[in-house]
């Protein structure tokens, strides 16, 4: 029996619910970077290597990628709210492991633990929201998603500096962690206070096999494509892309003749749609990535401290701020998919400008001096970040919302992983020559992802969804 429609909520309860829903959401986007600055401290600490330093991040997207569909059906099935609940206390107590865990081994699958919380957690809150809130409201709520996701992305490592340079109770990194559980504490608190009941739909199916095929494919290329890059392409590399492409065409086959799909196939026949799938993917890889060797730039090429090299990309933030704000204001609704060539263009712009400072001086390049740079790629970041998904929405039918919504933050999350694991491991793979030689060859990488990127930016709808 389908549950009833909620109750319009009072404009009070509305802002509460809001508030509540973009913490849940920021507390996965900052995880999800968080490493970016700790990753080289913590894996000193507990003497992991390259390795943890690329998985640390990968895993936890990886878990949060693969689950997000699966997750916003389960909540269907069986009620948001309770969803809600369980994912946010899961993620707390996996925060809780991840701050304690004594080596790489565990940290690493509390990482995974925080994303698949994280995969039950997120979805609900737009669905929620959907629920409950009317349109006018619902239009505002989402317009303040890709600022927050902006802010979000670059503030997890900012944060992540600040707190191991304060080395809070002699405890170094882990507090980067355990500040988690003091917010998901009171999230969870709050949750269960505000959050509107519904008993969910039973009759719901989530498809099982497609979850397995969608699994087996995302693990398969993202574990080829770090070992590919950084140990080089033996067979164990190729062999698990080609398995992951594999899994990869049988979980399209499945959703073209399932009942009950979790990716609905007409979404896949709209071409404006599938070409805002790849833009997405495409951008947020490559500037996730892109995030992740400039600290480690940073870091191991210039010895700045973990607070340093968060000062010195404060100005990213700034950027990515002012930007994504500026298309919320209107200029998404005015340009449409314009404003994505415009981001795009300003980001090479901004790359180009990093790479002749590097050739220049390598690493005896001031911090300083890549400040004005690292402005002007966040500028980009930020106009995409708030206008892709936006105008890939543009054609989609009202009824296919939802389910193009959840597949566009399950794109997002994926994006980040493949991005942080690939770019880093080519970070890693060009270090034999030198930090400089390594920063250059990431930025080379980066900016041929974003300039394959161009031509499909046009085959995007023109304007964003009203």
């Known amino acids: 029996m389908t549950a009833a429609p909620a109750r319009?909520?009072?404009?009070?309860?509305?802002?509460?619910?809001?508030?509540?829903?973009?913490?849940?959401?920021?507390?996965?986007?900052?995880?999800?970077?968080?490493?970016?600055?700790?990753?080289?401290?913590?894996?000193?600490?507990?003497?992991?290597?390259?390795?943890?330093?690329?998985?640390?991040?990968?895993?936890?997207?990886?878990?949060?990628?693969?689950?997000?569909?699966?997750?916003g059906r389960l909540g269907d099935?069986?009620?948001?709210?309770?969803?809600?609940?369980?994912?946010?206390?899961?993620?707390?107590?996996?925060?809780?492991?991840?701050?304690?865990?004594?080596?790489?081994?565990?940290?690493?699958a509390a990482r995974a633990a925080q994303g698949a919380f994280g995969a039950l957690l997120i979805p609900q809150g737009m669905g929620i929201m959907t629920r409950t809130f009317p349109r006018p409201?619902?239009?505002?709520?989402?317009?303040?998603?890709?600022?927050l996701l902006g802010v979000a992305t670059i503030g997890g490592p900012a944060l992540a500096g600040l707190i191991i340079s304060a080395d809070l109770f002699g405890l170094s990194w882990r507090p980067v962690f355990l500040v988690?559980?003091?917010?998901?504490?009171?999230?969870?608190?709050?949750?269960?206070?505000?959050?509107?009941?519904?008993?969910?739909?039973?009759?719901?199916?989530?498809?099982?096999?497609?979850?397995?095929?969608?699994a087996g494919a995302m693990f398969g290329l993202l574990y080829g494509l770090i070992e590919g890059a950084g140990d080089g392409w033996g067979f164990v590399p190729v062999a698990s892309v080609g398995v992951g492409a594999v899994f990869f065409a049988?979980?399209?086959?499945?959703?073209?003749?399932?009942?009950?799909?979790?990716?609905?196939?007409?979404?896949?026949?709209?071409?404006?749609?599938?070409?805002?799938?790849?833009?997405?993917?495409?951008?947020?890889?490559?500037?996730?990535?892109?995030?992740?060797?400039?600290?480690?730039?940073?870091?191991?090429?210039?010895?700045?401290?973990?607070?340093a090299?968060?000062?010195?990309?404060?100005?990213?933030?700034?950027?990515?701020?002012?930007?994504?704000?500026?298309?919320?204001?209107?200029?998404?609704?005015?340009?449409?998919?314009?404003?994505?060539?415009?981001?795009?263009?300003?980001?090479?712009?901004?790359?180009?400008?990093?790479?002749?400072?590097?050739?220049?001086?390598?690493?005896?390049?001031?911090?300083?001096?890549?400040t004005p740079a690292f402005f002007v790629v966040g500028v980009g970041m930020g106009c995409c970040y708030s206008t892709i998904f936006d105008v890939a929405l543009g054609d989609i039918d009202p009824g296919e919302a939802g389910s193009a919504s959840g597949s566009l933050s399950s794109i997002q999350q994926l994006a980040s992983g493949i991005g942080s694991a690939a770019v880093t491991s080519i970070f890693f793979q060009g270090s034999a020559g030198g930090p400089d030689h390594a920063m250059t060859t990431s930025l080379l990488a980066v900016m041929g992802l974003l300039a394959l990127s161009v031509p499909l930016v046009a085959l995007m709808p023109r304007k964003a969804a009203s």
């Open 180 to 214: 988690n559980v003091v917010l998901g504490v009171a999230g969870l608190a709050v949750a269960v206070r505000i959050l509107p009941s519904d008993a969910g739909d039973r009759s719901t199916v989530v498809d099982g096999w497609g979850s397995v095929l969608l």
């Open 309 to 370: 090299a968060a000062l010195t990309l404060l100005p990213l933030t700034v950027g990515v701020i002012g930007s994504a704000f500026a298309a919320m204001g209107g200029l998404v609704a005015r340009l449409g998919r314009t404003l994505v060539f415009a981001g795009l263009a300003v980001i090479l712009a901004g790359c180009g400008w990093v790479l002749a400072l590097v050739a220049a001086s390598g690493t005896g390049v001031g911090p300083w001096t890549l």
């Open 250 to 307: 049988a979980f399209a086959r499945r959703q073209s003749t399932a009942s009950d799909p979790l990716l609905k196939p007409s979404l896949l026949r709209n071409r404006g749609f599938t070409s805002g799938l790849v833009v997405g993917l495409t951008v947020f890889a490559a500037t996730i990535g892109l995030v992740y060797v400039l600290s480690l730039f940073l870091q191991e090429g210039l010895h700045a401290s973990p607070r």
């Open 8 to 71: 319009a909520a009072s404009a009070r309860s509305m802002w509460a619910i809001l508030a509540l829903v973009l913490l849940a959401d920021a507390l996965d986007v900052i995880d999800a970077t968080v490493t970016n600055i700790a990753a080289p401290t913590i894996a000193a600490d507990l003497h992991g290597g390259p390795g943890l330093i690329k998985w640390l991040g990968t895993a936890y997207m990886l878990a949060m990628g693969v689950l997000l569909m699966v997750g």
């Open 137 to 147: 409201m619902l239009t505002r709520a989402f317009g303040l998603f890709g600022p």
């Open 77 to 108: 099935k069986y009620g948001q709210r309770r969803l809600f609940l369980i994912g946010m206390a899961g993620f707390t107590a996996a925060s809780a492991v991840a701050g304690l865990a004594p080596g790489p081994a565990p940290l690493l």
